[in-house]
């Protein structure tokens, strides 16, 4: 069965650096989440989208921005990267934004920022 | 707002033997549904378990069953006769109908299978 892809897997930047990341929904997932990760700590929710509309807002930075395309893949797009910026990165989809929908996960980007 | 609260950051149990994660929670919305997620070592986030909040039986999903107590905003993890291969992260999160393109995560629980 067809999976949530994100791309690139690992990446390195340094500060100051701009970075994009990569989603592809699964098939007919119409809704798309971006979650932040730091070592240790649980996902933070940054941003979602359904049919290509914000859906919701969390704690995303002021310097990233996300959209969601009429293909309904994702791009996470993070300048003027900080050090604390190092993370893992989930993309995740669902069918719809309703309480009774589990997220299907990527494998994850882990960004490092030097 | 919404808040899970997993108040053990880690557990051990023996191999063969059941174990129980803590979950509680807070929200305000009537509709809203609670997902247990494990995460390994090698990092991806795997999908546990559903419950719904107007859902009258406790979830079970083979060897995970979902301890669901609405009045005292409980949802536990109970996983029975534990393998090696459980020891991983677990999330607790939930969400609910008036922030639905959101979910909310525990702190998280290592749990540790001994052989």
């Known amino acids: 069965a067809a999976g949530v892809i994100q791309s690139p897997r690992h990446l390195i930047k340094e500060k100051r650096e701009t970075a994009t990341l990569k989603c592809y929904p699964i098939?007919?997932?119409?809704?798309v989440y971006w979650y932040q990760q730091g070592p240790g700590q649980d996902p933070q929710f940054l941003i979602s989208f359904y049919e290509k509309m914000q859906s919701d807002k969390g704690s995303i930075p002021d310097r990233f921005s996300a959209q969601q395309f009429s293909d309904y893949h994702s791009e996470l797009n993070m300048s003027s990267l900080e050090l604390g910026d190092s993370a893992l990165y989930f993309c995740?989809?669902?069918?719809?934004?309703?309480?009774?929908?589990?997220?299907?996960f990527g494998s994850g980007t882990q960004l490092s920022v030097l | 707002a919404q808040k899970i609260t997993q108040t053990q950051p880690g557990m051990f149990v023996q191999e063969k033997e059941a174990v129980t994660l803590d979950c509680t929670y807070d929200?305000?919305?009537?509709?809203?549904?609670l997902f247990w997620y494990k995460q390994p070592s090698s990092g991806e986030m795997i999908f546990l378990i559903y419950q719904g909040s107007y859902d009258e039986q406790n979830a079970t999903e083979g060897r995970y069953s979902l301890n669901f107590q609405k009045a005292r905003k409980s949802a536990n993890l109970v996983i029975s006769a534990s393998q090696l291969g459980d020891s991983a992260m677990y999330f607790c999160a939930m969400r609910g109908n008036t922030n639905a393109g959101k979910s909310t995560f525990g702190d998280g629980t290592t749990l540790t299978v001994k052989p």
């Open positions: 098939p007919r997932h119409d809704t």
């Open positions: 995740a989809s669902s069918p719809r934004p309703a309480p009774g929908e589990k997220l299907f």
């Open positions: 929200t305000s919305d009537q509709s809203y549904g």
